[in-house]
């Protein structure tokens, strides 16, 4: 387990719910992944990300998927893909990455309580 932290040390990391609308492979990555587009509604737009998610995912059951990403990171320079958020999933018993997901349908932008 982590360290313990406050509250407000929590509000400091936006995590939003946005819908892939683009998924495409990445071959120049150094671990196979996918890169990404998430469409976080209108505040925050549309964002790039890279996900090493091809294990349990292809592109095509990628697109219209909602998930989970950290929208307030400074962006990450991964090869020629400029990652602009976050996007989160857990390990599995082999350390493939599972996306964190919500389970029902929300709009697109909605911070995380």
Known sequence: MADEITYGDFE???????TIVEAEPFP??????????????????V????AQITVHYTVDQLIG?????????????????RSEVLTLGFEDD?????LASVTQGVPNGRKMM
């Open 94 to 98: 082999n350390g493939a990455i599972v």
């Open 47 to 50: 964002k790039k990300s890279s």
């Open 28 to 45: 120049e990555a150094r671990k196979p992944a996918y890169k990404l587009k998430i469409d976080f509604g209108p505040e925050i737009g």
């Open 65 to 81: 998927r909602q998930v989970l990403g950290v929208v307030n990171f400074p962006p990450r320079q991964i090869g020629p893909v």
């Open 12 to 18: 400091k990391v936006d995590i939003r719910v946005g």
